[in-house]
Structures are given as structure tokens and as C-alpha cells.
């Protein structure tokens, strides 16, 4: 696999456009879930969309640039696929609920949940910074969800299954990195995840609008835009150097959800997001230092 020449400026170009594609990624799927483009789809076939038009966008390129493949390891793809698939199924149903800011601020919380399972699942140890890190953001997701009788957001409480599960999924995300080529585990991971999708969505799929399957196009095509481009990113600096600019996706969804929908957040979504953002950074941080 050829190496990329470090190009920091170029790889926080590409990051930052990946969090445009994954917040449009997430407004897409909240116009699916409700009635803007017609009856509302099952979040089943929302994530159906997302893998079937992935895929198809993928294969292409695959077919296109022909990249070396390898003998993938189906036990760990098919561990990452599934908990891929039921994360981003929860966050589709959860932001058809709750404003798209408290949704990406939640999913935030998916490397603090891989780190805590890869306690028990890696045999990692984690220190008292790690540990404040991993308190700061759980308390910030704590006063998203609004701990009340009368602004309890019930629905939070899928951002936060989908941030448990996406954070099992980094588990096995870390187990195939050094194992097989980027493109590879694109490849499977969206083959996969097609397949598990059809069979799930099979008793929900209803028959789109055409306005629904334009989006259901947009959210396939802007994922593996976001992939791409994700990927590139880490080629081209360090991950601790590129990841932090991956907290921009809350800009862009509150963003996109002030121009669509007329949401502007309130003092408790930023107060909860910035808790939750400083408690990332701050691991972010802690594991630049740990591998340093």
C-alpha cells in the first residue's frame, strides 16, 4: 500500500469536509423520520438507504481504481458490522426525536464507551486522566438528556445506545486496523452491512417519494464521501493531530438544523455539548501523550 506524504493542512481540509458529509449525513436521515419529504420511513430503511447506496458508491471506486485486496477476517467484520448497523440505525430513530446538535453531541460518547468495554474486551488499563475524561463527557450527556419529570427527552436515550453500541464497534475497528487495507474494510464493512440491512428492513420497507429517495441516494453517497475522506485525513497526519477536528460535526448539525427546521439550541444543549466536547478533547489528548 503506498504511503501518503504527511500533509497536515491538506488532511484538516479533508476532516472538516467529512463532518459537512456526516452532519448532512444526520439531517437527511431526520427528513426521512419525519413527514418533511412524505410519510415518515422505519429507521430500518433509513439505514438500508445508507448501506445499499454506500455500497453501490464504493464498489464503483472499487471497480474504478482496483485497489489490492486481502483475505478478510469475516469473524471481526461481521462482530463490526453488526454493531455498525444497530448504532446508526438507534442514531436515525433518535434524531427523528431530538434536535440534530444533542444527537451528534451524544455520538460523541461512542470513544469513551470503546474505551471502557476495551477494559474488559482488550485487557487496556485506564488512568485517572482517561477516567476524568470519560466522567466530563458521560455528565454531559446527562444534562442532554434533561433528568426531569417535564424535559426528560426519552429519545435521547437512543443517541445514547447508539453511542454504547458504535463504541463496541470501535472494538473491533481497532482489531482490523493494523490487520487489512483501509479500502478493504470499507468494502466488507458496507457489503456486510447491506446484507444484514435488506434482511432487518424486510417487514418496515415501504414503497419512497421521490423526494425520499433522492435523500435515501444523498445519504448513501455522503457517507462514503465521509469515509473517503476520513480515511485520507489519517494518511496524510497523525490521528490525534486530525480527530479533534471531528468535533466540528456538531457546527455543522446545529447548522443544518437552524436553516431546515428553525432549531436554535438552547443554553442546556450547549452547556451538555460543550462538557461533552472538552471531555473528549481531553481524551483525544491523553491517548496523543499515552502513544507519544
Same mark, same amino acid.
Given at each position: @500500500? ?9 488532511? $484538516?481540509?479533508?476532516? !472538516?469536509?467529512?463532518?459537512?458529509? *456526516?452532519? &448532512? ?15 415518515? !420511513? ?15 458508491? *464504493? ?5 474504478? %481504481? ?30 427523528? %426525536?431530538?434536535? /440534530? ?14 474505551? !471502557? ?9 485506564? &488512568? ?16 442532554? /438528556? ?52 435488506? =434482511? ?16 435515501? *441516494?444523498?445519504?448513501?453517497?455522503? @457517507? ?6 476520513? $480515511? ?9 493531530? =486530525?480527530?479533534?477536528?471531528? %468535533? ?7 447548522? %443544518?438544523?437552524? /436553516? *431546515?427546521?428553525? $432549531? ?12 461533552? /466536547? ?15
Amino acid at each position: @500500500m503506498t504511503l501518503r506524504a504527511p500533509n497536515p493542512p491538506l488532511a $484538516v481540509a479533508l476532516m !472538516l469536509t467529512a463532518t459537512a458529509f *456526516i452532519a &448532512g449525513t444526520m439531517l437527511l436521515a431526520k427528513t426521512l423520520g419525519t413527514d418533511f419529504l412524505g410519510d415518515p !420511513l422505519h429507521p430500518l430503511q433509513i439505514s438500508h438507504g445508507r448501506f445499499l447506496f454506500a455500497f453501490l458508491a *464504493i464498489a464503483t471506486a472499487t471497480a474504478i %481504481y482496483r485497489p489490492t485486496l486481502s483475505k478478510p477476517d469475516w469473524g471481526l467484520h461481521i462482530g463490526r458490522t453488526l454493531f455498525g448497523w444497530g448504532g446508526v440505525t438507534l442514531m436515525f430513530a433518535a434524531v427523528s %426525536y431530538i434536535p /440534530l446538535s444533542d444527537a451528534t453531541a451524544i455520538s460523541f460518547l461512542n470513544p469513551v464507551f470503546g474505551m !471502557l468495554l476495551a477494559i474488559p474486551l482488550l485487557g487496556e488499563r485506564v &488512568g485517572p486522566w482517561r477516567w476524568t475524561a470519560a466522567a466530563m463527557a458521560l455528565g454531559g450527556a446527562m444534562i442532554l /438528556l434533561r433528568p426531569g419529570p417535564d424535559s426528560f427527552q426519552l429519545a435521547g436515550l437512543l443517541a445514547l445506545g447508539a453511542a454504547v453500541i458504535m463504541g463496541m464497534e470501535l472494538i473491533f475497528i481497532k482489531k482490523l486496523a493494523n490487520k487489512e487495507p483501509a479500502f478493504q474494510i470499507l468494502l466488507t464493512n458496507n457489503a456486510l452491512g447491506l446484507v444484514i440491512a435488506t =434482511v432487518a428492513v424486510w417487514p418496515f420497507w415501504a414503497a419512497p417519494t421521490a423526494a425520499q429517495w433522492v435523500a435515501l *441516494i444523498g445519504i448513501g453517497v455522503m @457517507m462514503a464521501a465521509a469515509q473517503t475522506c476520513f $480515511v485520507n485525513a489519517v494518511a496524510r497526519a497523525d490521528a490525534s493531530f =486530525v480527530t479533534p477536528f471531528s %468535533y466540528v460535526t456538531l457546527i455543522f448539525a446545529a447548522l %443544518y438544523d437552524l /436553516l *431546515i427546521f428553525d $432549531v436554535v439550541p438552547d443554553i442546556v444543549s450547549i452547556c451538555g455539548a460543550g462538557i461533552i /466536547l472538552t471531555g473528549a478533547t481531553l481524551l483525544a489528548w491523553r491517548e496523543n501523550q499515552r502513544i507519544a
